[in-house]
């Protein structure tokens, strides 16, 4: 399991005064303010995040160290990670997004069908993007009970039980 969850990013200057208008991935979005600082993905900056109102598709903050709107302007498309140990834990079945991606798939005869390499969602529910050999393209997998009926993160995999014309 990754050590840094990525919680946000940032969609770039939120008029002249240096906020920033943040996107959260946050389940609960206005979180991402309560895990701490937040760094970048190389860990070379950190930020202390003072939500300051909600916007469309996220929130206008004040990211420490950053007055200017040419300073906020540089930030655009940064991703905030957040220690692990700040997040909360999890019900069995649920898990982070970062904890999926890079497990094995298999289908319920054990036969490998690539790795997660991302997991997606456009507003009706996770979607699992599978990659490997064997694979011409990308498959896309409904991240559900029925489809995945097992994640096993100690053993680095999961079972998927494809519906009828998903490999066709």
């Not at 970062?98 to 289908?107: F, H, K, T």
């Amino acid at each position: 399991m990754a050590e840094r969850v990525c919680v946000g990013a940032v969609a770039g200057a939120f008029g002249v005064a240096g906020e920033v208008r943040l996107k959260s991935f946050c389940a609960e979005p206005a979180d991402i303010a309560t895990y701490g600082p937040l760094s970048t993905e190389d860990g070379t900056r950190s930020f202390d995040i003072r939500l300051t109102r909600p916007v469309k598709a996220g929130f206008a903050a004040r990211l420490s160290g950053i007055a200017t709107k040419e300073a906020a302007d540089a930030l655009k498309g940064t991703r905030l990670y957040a220690p692990r140990s700040a997040l909360p834990a999890l019900p069995d079945d649920e898990f982070y997004h970062s904890d999926l991606i890079g497990l094995a798939a298999q289908d319920t005869g054990g036969a490998p069908m690539g790795r997660v390499a991302a997991v997606l969602n456009h507003g009706a529910g996770d979607i699992l993007e599978l990659r490997g050999a064997g694979l011409e393209k990308p498959l896309l997998v409904p991240f559900t009970r029925a489809v995945v009926p097992t994640v096993d993160l100690g053993a680095g995999k999961i079972i998927i039980d494809p519906p009828e014309g998903l490999l066709d």
